[in-house]
């Protein structure tokens, strides 16, 4: 019942024969070595599958997806450019191999080899998983592709157009190039894939570039779950601003001709394609699936019966390429090729301590032109008036939009992108002036989908560009959370940090909005980007903190390609007073645009030794409140404001309180899954007993009078500050 054994066999036998599945063959002045180094591509990845199998059958192999099945993807990689940049589906090896052949140098039997074996030289992914990518290749590696990837291949696709009237220090992609993302029938009908598929419609609707094919390897089934037919093609084949093409994947001919027409509409006008393929899955699944338990044998049969080497061998032999005895001496010499290679291979190491595993969370810094900030002049020109307000005490929202217009001036290659961050200038007016400033290039109002906002800075990123996304509000995160969980912080560990997308993600969040939106627009939750590796939280509590965070986060993105997600605390956004209104208490003046705040570098006010509070956002703009009141019982105190959340600044904070008897811990986020959680046990293993919090209550937040009754407040600040001190 081992199927791929049968599928082995069949073909064995059948060629042996001469007996090829009938099809039509077209002379379409294809060279006869084309055609030949087509099927060796094909038949490469087919041994590649079986060599895995014997790996995994010998514990020196884990678990993969194999390509069999889809090898007609070896004439779609011949019909595109090796700089056209490549998002594949999991199938898709016989698509790497062939656009390695179109390489000088490359070994794609050894170095795909190495990543079923999960060896440590493995050159994609240091060994970290198996995974379809090479950077010589210009394909960056997918780990999970049901359709996750389709929004930064939208964002990659429209950077192309971007670069050539704004073109980053870092550009990677010829400004001819086009995008490929290539993907399963079922994963087609995943949300991600809807809303991808109509950013590129909406955009090409509007006649903006969108240079971007889009590759539905359609084999009627989803695991277990048949397609309907005839679905893809009803759904995809009329949408506005696509032009959609098909073909038999079992014809190498047709596949390689119409994948040919289907790049050349593409490159030619800069608009989107869908080109629909035919194939058939051999061998199951994946791994330890067992198709026969939910599909038919008789199905079964009928798409072995459909093997796409039988049909390639059938093509070569009708037009006078090769006979079926040479195609079987083709098959067997790369059986022996893959065997010995895999010998060497299986001797290879692998990861083993978890420094190695880690080594790449991280992605390496790059080398970047020197700036010295925006010139006076520039500034004088783009900010006007607003250089003499700068002068005077201002709120955070105000202070933001002016660090945002310095760090543009600065930086070309920043974009700014979200919904309704240009014309309207935001929801919070954080982004006003920018699109005037900076035109809609720069400052880019998206559709409203999150995902494709996400989706749009990943691929971006992808060709140089430093983009700063929006999310208006923190619940709305949730949508579109896996393209930072799944796309973003993951590139650089499982490409051993060849590929990076670095960001700057700007999120109005948390809580304290007097009577609006509820749970929706007050989320008082981090948990879900907090425990992302690699991943930079900050989170000011100040307008001019702020200010200088932002151009950290933008340096830490620009030169250390790292992924930073910028919480601005919503109702800090216009606070001017502290304690009384009209006090002003609570704005601040415009930094100068050379001042930072470094990553881990904390904010300490007061030297008391009695209580140290620790806080951030709200929570530090509430404890500054309760601290009059907090030294009026006699505790001498010190307010220390955290300012970034991921990483903790753990040694920071130990230090700044080292000389405290008492620690307390003001956190707005709910007491499961908080910042305060994780404090507290580092307080516990650095041996410090004498710790208590205040956090919200497990709860969503209510609209209307009862908004802040399940977060923290002065009064409970002051409260706890006095019981922990005097128990």
């Given amino acids: 019942m081992d199927r791929a054994a049968i599928v082995h066999q069949n073909f064995l036998r059948r060629l042996t024969d001469n007996d090829l599945p009938e099809g039509q063959t077209s002379d379409q002045g294809i060279a006869p070595a084309k055609l030949v180094e087509i099927f060796r591509s094909q038949t490469l990845s087919r041994q590649l599958d079986?060599?895995?199998?014997?790996?995994?059958?010998?514990?020196?192999?884990?678990?993969?997806?194999?390509?069999?099945?889809?090898?007609?993807?070896?004439?779609?990689?011949?019909?595109?450019?090796?700089?056209?940049?490549?998002?594949?589906?999991?199938?898709?090896?016989?698509?790497q191999i062939q656009r390695a052949a179109?390489?000088?140098?490359?070994?794609?039997?050894?170095?795909?080899?190495?990543?079923?074996?999960?060896?440590?030289?493995?050159?994609?992914?240091?060994?970290?998983?198996?995974?379809?990518?090479?950077?010589?290749?210009?394909?960056?590696?997918?780990?999970?592709?049901?359709?996750?990837?389709?929004?930064?291949?939208?964002?990659?696709?429209?950077?192309?157009?971007?670069?050539?009237?704004?073109?980053p220090e870092?550009?990677?992609?010829?400004?001819?190039?086009?995008?490929?993302?290539?993907?399963?029938?079922?994963?087609?009908?995943?949300?991600?894939?809807?809303?991808?598929?109509n950013t590129a419609c909406w955009t090409s609707y509007q006649s903006v570039p969108m240079p971007l094919l889009f590759v539905c390897e359609d084999n009627g089934i989803g695991i277990s779950v048949?397609?309907?037919?005839g679905w893809v093609a009803a759904n995809y084949a009329s949408r506005p601003g696509l032009k959609y093409f098909s073909c038999n994947g079992l014809d190498m001919v047709e596949t390689l001709k119409v994948s040919e027409r289907a790049a050349d509409y593409v490159r030619r006008t800069r608009k989107p394609a869908f080109l629909h393929i035919s194939t058939v899955r051999l061998y199951g699944h994946a791994g330890s699936d067992v198709e026969m338990t939910y599909r038919d044998k008789a199905a079964i049969e009928v798409s072995e019966a459909n093997d796409p080497l039988l049909h390639s061998a059938r093509i070569l032999r009708d037009l006078n390429v090769s006979t079926p005895a040479q195609s079987l001496e083709i098959y067997n010499e790369l059986e022996e090729t893959c065997s010995r290679v895999s010998r060497e291979v299986m001797a290879q190491e692998t990861l083993v301590s978890a420094d190695d595993v880690m080594a790449s969370i991280?992605?390496?810094?790059?080398?970047?032109?020197?700036?010295?900030?925006?010139?006076?002049?520039?500034?004088?020109?783009?900010?006007?008036?607003?250089?003499?307000?700068?002068?005077?005490?201002?709120?955070?929202?105000?202070?933001?939009?002016?660090?945002?217009?310095?760090?543009?001036?600065?930086?070309?290659?920043?974009?700014?992108?979200?919904?309704?961050?240009?014309r309207k200038g935001g929801v919070y007016g954080v982004t006003q002036k920018l699109q005037n400033r900076f035109g809609p290039d720069r400052v880019i109002d998206t559709l409203l989908d999150e995902q494709s906002i996400l989706g749009l800075a990943i691929g971006m990123a992808h060709n140089g560009f430093v983009p700063m996304p929006?999310?208006?509000?923190?619940?709305?995160?949730?949508?579109?959370?896996?393209?930072?969980?799944?796309?973003?912080?993951?590139?650089?560990?499982?490409?051993?940090?060849?590929?990076?997308?670095p960001m700057v993600l700007r999120i109005a969040g948390l809580g304290y909005q007097k009577g609006f939106g509820g749970h929706?627009?007050?989320?008082?939750?981090?948990?879900?980007?907090?425990?992302?590796?690699?991943?930079?939280?900050?989170?000011?509590?100040?307008?001019?903190?702020?200010a200088m965070m932002l151009r950290e986060a933008v340096r830490l993105a620009r030169e250390e390609q790292r992924v930073v997600v910028f919480i601005e605390p919503i109702a800090l956004y216009p606070m001017k007073d502290l304690e009384n209104a009209g006090d002003g208490g609570w704005l601040s003046t415009y930094p100068a645009p050379d001042q930072k705040i470094a990553l881990g570098e904390i904010g300490v006010e007061g030297s008391g030794t009695d209580l140290a509070i620790i806080s951030y956002a709200n929570g530090y703009y509430l404890s500054t409140q309760a601290r009059r009141e907090v030294e009026g019982s006699g505790i001498n105190l010190r307010l220390i404001d955290m300012r970034w959340l991921a990483p903790l600044p753990v040694e920071a904070l130990l230090e700044a309180t080292k000389d405290c008897t008492n620690v307390l811990i003001v956190d707005e986020c709910r007491q499961t899954g908080s910042q305060s959680e994780a404090l507290m046990a580092i307080f516990a293993e650095a041996g410090r007993s004498r710790v208590a919090r205040v956090a919200a209550q497990d709860s969503f937040i209510a609209t209307g009078p009862a908004y802040a009754a399940t977060l923290p407040s002065k009064e409970s600040i002051i409260d706890a500050a006095r019981a922990l001190v005097t128990s």
Avoid at 118 to 147: C, E, Y
Avoid at 152 to 162: I, Q
Avoid at 472 to 497: C, I, K, P, V, W
Wanted: glycine share 8%; proline share 7%; with cysteine.
């Fill in 170 to 197: 870092h550009q990677v992609l010829p400004s001819d190039s086009i995008v490929m993302c290539s993907f399963g029938d079922a994963s087609s009908n995943h949300s991600t894939a809807q809303g991808a598929i």
């Fill in 226 to 229: 048949p397609t309907p037919q």
């Fill in 50 to 95: 079986r060599t895995s199998r014997t790996m995994q059958s010998q514990g020196k192999g884990f678990y993969t997806i194999g390509s069999s099945g889809h090898e007609g993807m070896a004439a779609v990689a011949e019909a595109l450019r090796p700089t056209d940049m490549a998002f594949l589906h999991y199938r898709d090896a016989a698509f």
């Fill in 520 to 546: 929706f627009h007050n989320d008082n939750s981090l948990a879900v980007l907090r425990d992302i590796p690699g991943l930079i939280i900050a989170c000011p509590s100040r307008g001019s903190d702020a």
């Fill in 470 to 501: 929006e999310i208006q509000f923190l619940a709305y995160l949730h949508n579109a959370e896996d393209q930072l969980r799944g796309e973003a912080a993951t590139l650089s560990f499982f490409s051993n940090g060849q590929y990076t997308n």
């Fill in 102 to 167: 179109q390489v000088p140098g490359q070994q794609p039997v050894w170095d795909m080899l190495l990543s079923f074996r999960a060896a440590k030289s493995d050159p994609i992914s240091g060994g970290r998983h198996k995974v379809l990518g090479s950077r010589s290749l210009n394909i960056p590696p997918q780990t999970s592709t049901i359709a996750s990837h389709l929004p930064k291949a939208v964002g990659a696709a429209y950077s192309l157009g971007l670069a050539k009237r704004t073109a």
């Fill in 362 to 422: 991280v992605p390496p810094a790059r080398a970047c032109v020197p700036s010295n900030g925006p010139t006076p002049q520039a500034r004088s020109k783009m900010l006007g008036n607003d250089l003499k307000q700068m002068t005077e005490p201002q709120a955070m929202n105000r202070i933001l939009g002016w660090a945002l217009a310095d760090l543009m001036l600065e930086h070309p290659e920043i974009i700014v992108a979200g919904e309704d961050v240009g």
